[in-house]
């Protein structure tokens, strides 16, 4: 042990010199208190950043209590000399290279006139949508003399990246047939004029007049869905001469939430976002084709990749930078896997709606932390990703899904392991080797860690350890029981079942009992006609509608059924169940008791239930007195209505 702590002392020295010889530093010794003051003074000027500067404090620490000294301490010691000696301080590539992908850049814009660049043609992955356009470019617009195509979607879904691809692979057609672009419906080309009115000159020769006046004409128009609604009510309020064009737009469904339909009229072209969804349903389990394919291209392994390219650059500059470590973190397969899994989850779970735009900022934003970053191992994806909800909505949305959130017993367990070893790296290479994972990567973050003392807090030291262990194991092994939501595997099963037409036992289970206990029951199973006043229940019934009783409606799952109103007439009735209300009617099941924000989340299903017990036809009613203990029941016989003891 002697001879390990004399050897660790000396490398220290070594360390302290390299750091010399490298950096620009007000002390010049090589003392410990000025070994110190260094590494902070080079972490302040961000000259040493992340878990550099960790690994260094970390040295210091142990110099002053070397009884704590270990082998793999020491090896750590020897892999900072040999990084230090060798140091780039210049600015890593990969960053720049990331930053790209930022929301913030100018490269996340794309002017849609203009081909594309050789970077969005590397991350280009091809969408249901590309193959409508490519229909449209070599099947109709070569047939029509005159065509309109509207490219619609939301801000920061593709429509210019599509547009750029388009003119790029077709550059001879777009030529050949003149086809004019409005990529920009928002703005104004005449400043006494508003968009709406812009976009009628833009579409002027499509009105009633111009339409069929024999001119050849082929425009394509990329608009966001908000401003299509805005300009078909235009129309239709001013009277216009778009009399055709609105009818086409009414019959396409596009201003509704329903499905466009496949026949289109040739001179009306719809392309829409809303056919490439960012996930897919098969076989009980969720997934997206499209962001894996996305992840593979940032973290392939070859010479056309400009984000590996920067990477092994980077290494053989040997640069320091945790953006590096981050996306090392990132090429793990089981890393990628769970960020698919997560991204799905927050679209059925929370209804995130997401562009390509922001899942490629999604991608900078777990990668490069925030500049005004100060604890440096939460510059590290695990925090990144889940403590990042001030930076983006989708971001937020996973916040919500953390595992250091989660309690069960099996988190339980792990939160006792880690608060009572002596030891955390060990501990936590056991439990890691007991799943059979390989920390890997994480080792030395691991070793950081156990070491690390808040000087505020020693609850902190216990948090932090806990909460990143949580994270890199969920990372590993988000399928791990520990992380297991059973109300989210029932609805995707259930959402599959749906699309075939069918219930799950599940949730025909918990739609019932939902039903049955939404303002509450009697003992004798009979609903109450209010939740706040107790003293009526009544017997109500319901039958599914007989064709096409349910069916799934993207992440939401629509239940068709008839009620028998007071003058026996049959009414149709739809009830619309997301995760939400999935995972609240199981709630509910298990014997939890409603409250207002919980109506709130549910209005849908609120409203059916209310439907229910306000204009069924009911052959039975329980009365209360509150001034007695017995409950009555007035129920309709075969002379007339008896009143009888609810409780005999």
Known sequence: ?????????????????????????????????????????????KKIEGYDHDDA??????????????????????HLIEKFTHVNTGPAKLRQVFEKLSIKSKNALIAGNAQLDSFHNYLHVKRQVETDFEYVLTQIVPSSPKTLTLIVGNVGDGKSHLLSVMQTRHEAMFEKFAIHIHNDATESFDPAKTALETMADVLAPFNDVNIHDGHDYHLIVAINMGVLVNFSRYISAEASQFSEFLTFLNASKILTDAD??????????????????????????????????????ITQETTDNP??????????????????????????????????RLLTGIQIQFQQILSMRQI?????????????????????????????QRRSSILAAVSALDPAANQNQLIDNFNSRIFNTLNYEAEVKHIFN?????????????????????KVDAQLNHTYRINFFLRVLFLLDD???AFATPAYTDFIQALGQAEQGRFTKELQTAFQQGILNWNGKTKNGYMLKSR????????????????????????NIVIFAQITNANSEIEDCKVVIDYKVFSLLIKIQNGYIIRNDDIENAVDFDKFVQRLVGDSQTDAVIITDPELPHQYKLEKGMFGFILEDANE
């Not at 026949?263 to 897919?280: A, G, H, N, V």
């Not at 007991?434 to 808040?454: A, D, K, P, R």
Request: charged letters at 20%.
């Open 1 to 45: 042990m002697d001879n390990l702590i004399q050897v660790y002392l000396k490398k220290a020295q070594e360390l302290a010199q390299v750091l010399l010889d490298t950096y620009d530093v007000p002390n010049r010794d090589l003392s410990l208190d000025s070994y110190y003051h260094n590494i902070t003074y080079l972490y302040t000027h």
């Open 57 to 78: 404090s970390n040295v210091y620490a142990l110099c002053q209590d070397p009884q704590q000294i270990s082998e793999s301490d020491l090896q750590l010691l020897q």
């Open 260 to 297: 466009v339909p496949g026949d289109k009229k040739e001179i009306f072209q719809i392309l829409t976002f809303r056919d490439s969804p960012f996930y897919e349903l098969a076989d009980n389990k969720v997934s997206s084709s499209l962001i894996t394919e996305l992840l593979h291209k």
């Open 307 to 340: 984000f590996w390219q920067a990477y092994q650059q980077d290494r053989q500059a040997h640069r320091t930078d945790i953006v590096l470590t981050n996306y090392e973190i990132l090429l793990n397969p089981k890393v990628q896997a769970c960020l698919v």
């Open 360 to 388: 490629l900022n999604f991608f900078h934003d777990i990668i490069v932390p925030p500049t005004n970053q100060t604890t440096n191992f939460k510059a590290l994806m695990p925090y990144l990703l889940f403590e990042g």
């Open 434 to 454: 007991q799943n059979g994972l390989n920390i890997g990567i994480f080792t030395t973050f691991f070793n950081n860690l156990s070491h690390y003392q808040s």
């Open 479 to 481: 399928e791990n029981p």
């Open 532 to 555: 706040t006043h107790h003293n009526l229940a009544i017997k109500v019934s319901f039958r599914l509608r007989d064709k096409q009783p349910i069916q799934r409606d993207k992440a």
